[in-house]
């Protein structure tokens, strides 16, 4: 079940700084000028086993004349909409601001769970200072420095504690296939194409996770679940932002798939956002198929096809092994080899080698070509086991874990590519002390 927490608050009061700390990264640029945080960041924070999606919002003013800023205020509103939790952050150093008792009010008419945090409370005398912030009538607040991080433990604790309970979701055990990309890459002609043919085949079933509704596909011997088509549809309140809405709408989708069908619009190329949702893709550990759409549009060479797949794996480097399908939703072509790249990629996905064969392929590859020394020593690597999870996943146990590095991991897992069929599935590989 996805869940979502967004951190909202007027401009410069830190909230790119405890999103890059939720979410150990640095992808929210962070600068003193205010309104630095233009389009969103999303990530995910992973706290006593409990995953969750982290959204970074720009910051909220009232009454602009600033077209960026009206924009923000847009994306602001509907991040608040879609999330689960709201964290509100205000800044100590400044005190209750006009623009505070703004977005207060328009937090104080949402049904959601809203948690007042008070930023840069990093020594005694600021923790006297916060108590101001009562007055903005959102009950409680956590005190924290998101700088040092300081207090994020115990607003984490009260997060993970708030968020909805995952509810066991009656339905087929059937792969769940997600159709993502941009808007107006041909989502719902895709969908109408593989569905409308015949509508005694469709099934819609409701889910208990909430937004998601799902359709049974079953014909030609194939039988899975399509995620969320009916999410798809634009809703009108959020028709000036169709863009945020769909990377909003992603992040549910996905993380509520097993495949993922990503469309990229063969007219345009593959584009930054196209990027951000692989990205999303692959760190959910989800499979994926690229499809190229519009391809009927396309003037086309020789080697058109070739060069196109060749600037796609460019751009997505170093994860370069999966499926990429040339289609044209509208007209139905390679509607049908769609189909078969799922059932091959939901294959890869439940594929399951036995520790024998693991040991005996691996453990020679390793003997050939070792990690490299650290400081002078050695790691030995031992004994290889696939791990019971939900995502293929591999433990190597090892004397020295910390002194295998990203290039060799990368390594194994070409080798363990070549060895074995995974394409389309992100692969994880573990270094264990035994």
Aim: charged share 25%.
């Amino acid at each position: 079940m996805s869940r979502i927490v967004a951190i909202a608050g007027r401009p410069n009061v830190g909230k790119s700084t405890l999103f890059n700390r939720l979410t150990s990264s640095r992808d929210a640029i962070v600068d003193e000028i205010s309104g630095v945080t233009r389009d969103r960041n999303y990530g995910t924070c992973n706290w006593n086993g409990i995953d969750f999606s982290v959204i970074d919002t720009g910051g909220y003013v009232e009454n602009s004349d600033d077209i960026f800023e009206e924009e923000i205020n847009k994306q602001v509103l509907l991040a608040v909409e879609e999330s689960d939790i709201i964290l509100f952050m205000v800044d100590v150093t400044v005190g209750i601001h006009e623009l505070d008792k703004s977005v207060a009010l328009m937090l104080r008419k949402t049904n959601k769970k809203v948690i007042l945090v008070v930023n840069k409370v990093d020594n005694n005398e600021r923790l006297i200072d916060a108590n101001e912030f009562y007055s903005l009538g959102l009950g409680n607040y956590f005190p924290l420095s998101s700088i040092n991080g300081s207090g994020t433990g115990e607003l984490l604790d009260y997060v993970v504690m708030n968020l909805p309970e995952e509810k066991p979701e009656e339905l087929p055990d059937l792969p769940r296939i997600a159709i993502v990309g941009r808007p107006n890459v041909g989502k719902s002609s895709l969908v109408n194409s593989l569905l409308d043919e015949e509508r005694n085949i469709v099934t819609p079933l409701t889910g208990t996770t909430r937004d998601s509704t799902y359709s049974r596909y079953n014909k030609f011997h194939h039988d899975f679940l399509l995620v969320d088509t009916a999410g798809l549809r634009k809703k009108s309140k959020v028709s000036e932002n169709v863009e945020f809405y769909s990377v909003m709408r992603a992040v549910r989708t996905i993380e509520n798939s097993d495949i993922c069908l990503l469309l990229i619009d063969g007219t345009r190329g593959i584009e930054a956002q196209d990027l951000n949702i692989i990205s999303l893709i692959l760190r959910n550990n989800k499979g994926m198929i690229i499809l190229v759409n519009k391809w009927d549009l396309i003037e086309k060479e020789s080697n058109t096809a070739k060069i196109f797949e060749k600037e796609i794996r460019n751009k997505t480097a170093p994860f370069v092994d999966y499926h990429i399908l040339f289609i044209s939703a509208t007209n139905k072509q390679r509607i049908h080899k769609i189909l078969e790249l799922i059932e091959i990629v939901n294959q890869n996905r439940t594929r399951k080698i036995s520790t024998s064969e693991l040991n005996l392929v691996m453990l020679e590859i390793i003997k050939h070509n070792p990690p490299p020394a650290l400081k002078g020593k050695y790691v030995k690597i031992k004994y290889i086991t696939q791990l019971p999870v939900y995502t293929p996943s591999f433990a190597f146990f090892c004397n020295l874990p910390q002194y295998v590095k990203e290039p060799y991991k990368r390594y194994i897992e070409n080798r363990m590519r070549e060895r074995f069929e995974f394409t389309g599935v992100p692969i994880r590989i573990f270094f264990r002390k035994k």
